[in-house]
């Protein structure tokens, strides 16, 4: 216990799914944690829930997409905590359409999220972290950004360039002390997936694809994932990928 004890923490997209579980597993070990999403609702109960625990928990009402919002956050993280030692770049949305059947204004929205979206949290967070005097950075990519699979065009494009990116912000950064990671889940059990995941026999198994557990991967797995890359353990850990995929990748 406490492998993050005294961190000030960001958990984008933390109001379900992944994201709340790493909310709650960074609170879990000690960290200051500051959950945005846009849902607001689901947000604050993340919050109360962290709270009731006995975590330090704050909700901020955030869309990624937008460089004001983010703006605000890093200012309200500044204002309340005083500085910023860990950001998880979470959030992320997903539309099953192969690439030319994608609509530009659908494309469009997969990358302000998923690939802006970090761009701008990097972004606004960085002074921050410097003030801190360091800091890591988890990015959360996917398999896809990775490999290939059908019906997920944007999607696939746009975690393959959080895995790149990621790489470019860890040459730029480790001068001043901020470690730079991507995290890459396999098919995970959370609302994005489960009407997928808990519908008939051939579309879980073709969702599940060459996952070698015969089961998909619980968000908590992941989260302890984003715990090694925040805390301490992770020291000389620095622009690599963490495949947390049940041998999705290897198969």
């Known amino acids: 216990m406490g492998r993050v004890s005294g961190k000030v923490a ?3 997209g933390g109001a379900m799914g992944m994201g709340k579980a790493h909310s709650e597993t960074l609170a879990a070990e000690g960290a200051t944690v500051f959950v945005t999403d846009i849902d607001e609702t689901a947000g604050n109960a993340v919050v109360e829930g962290i709270r009731a625990s006995g975590g330090k928990a704050e909700f901020i009402k955030h869309d990624a997409a937008s ?3 983010w703006n605000a ?5 500044k204002e309340k905590a005083g500085r910023l030692d860990v950001l998880v770049n979470n959030a992320g949305i997903l539309i099953l359409k192969p690439a030319h059947e994608t609509e530009p204004d659908e494309w469009d929205k997969v990358f302000n999220v998923n690939v802006k979206g970090v ?3 990097i972004r606004a967070c960085v002074p921050l972290m410097k003030d801190s005097g360091g800091g890591s950075i988890v990015n959360i990519s996917s398999i896809y950004g990775i490999v290939g699979a059908p019906m997920a065009g944007a999607y696939i494009a746009s975690k393959g360039a959080v895995r790149l990116m990621t790489k470019s912000c860890a040459v730029d950064l480790i001068e001043h002390g901020i470690r ?3 995290i890459h889940p396999g098919v995970i059990d959370t609302p994005m997936t489960k009407d997928l995941l808990h519908s008939d026999t051939e579309t879980r198994t073709a969702i599940m694809g060459a996952t070698l557990f015969d089961r998909p991967c619980k968000p908590e797995e992941v989260s302890q994932a984003v715990l090694f890359l925040a805390s301490d353990d992770a020291s000389f850990v620095h622009g690599s990928e963490l495949v947390v995929d049940g041998g999705y990748t290897c198969n």
């Open 180 to 182: 730079v990671n991507s």
């Open 73 to 77: 956050v890093a200012a309200t993280v």
């Open 10 to 12: 960001i958990v984008t």
């Open 67 to 69: 460089e004001a919002a």
């Open 119 to 121: 761009y701008l949290g």
